[in-house]
């Protein structure tokens, strides 16, 4: 029996790099349950690239740089798989984008979405909401 799959937002890699953040100690109890549990991880190329401005504009240069080591550690021992984004992922993405509507969504989260249905994702480990107003359930 396999372990499903999580996909990681950008919510909790942040969470996980600022020490301040209101939700640091409940991400890092979660990552370290997902990685005692071995429980295979996906995050998107566009998720890197939201955390990667976030932590930088936030936490500075050197805190990125740490950041993008991690991740490329974790893709290297297999921890994590990074998924590229294609024009399948780009169209439902955008379909997704017009159906939900919703004032705050980000494009960033509907290609998170697009993702995450295209590889029969069901949870997330993060703390958006959106993915909860889109039938997704958060990790806990």
């Known amino acids: 029996m396999s372990i499903a799959p999580l996909f990681v937002d950008s919510s909790a890699f942040y969470a996980l790099a600022d020490r301040h953040d209101a ?3 409940l991400a890092t109890q979660r990552w370290e349950a997902v990685v005692k549990a071995k429980r295979p991880l996906v995050t998107s190329l566009a998720v890197a690239a939201e955390t990667a401005t976030l932590v930088r504009r936030s936490l500075g240069f050197d805190a990125v740089q740490a950041w993008l080591d991690q991740l490329d550690r974790a893709r290297l021992v297999g921890a994590i798989e990074l998924a590229f984004l294609a024009e399948r992922e780009y169209a439902l993405a ?3 984008y017009r ?12 290609l ?11 949870t ?9 107003s889109a039938g997704f359930a958060l990790y806990e």
């Open 99 to 110: 159906q939900l509507a919703q004032p705050k969504l980000s494009f960033v989260d509907a």
């Open 124 to 132: 997330c480990f993060g703390f958006d909401e959106d993915f909860l």
């Open 23 to 25: 939700s640091h100690r």
């Open 112 to 122: 998170s979405f697009s993702v995450m249905t295209l590889r029969g994702i069901h």
């Open 94 to 96: 955008r379909d997704l």
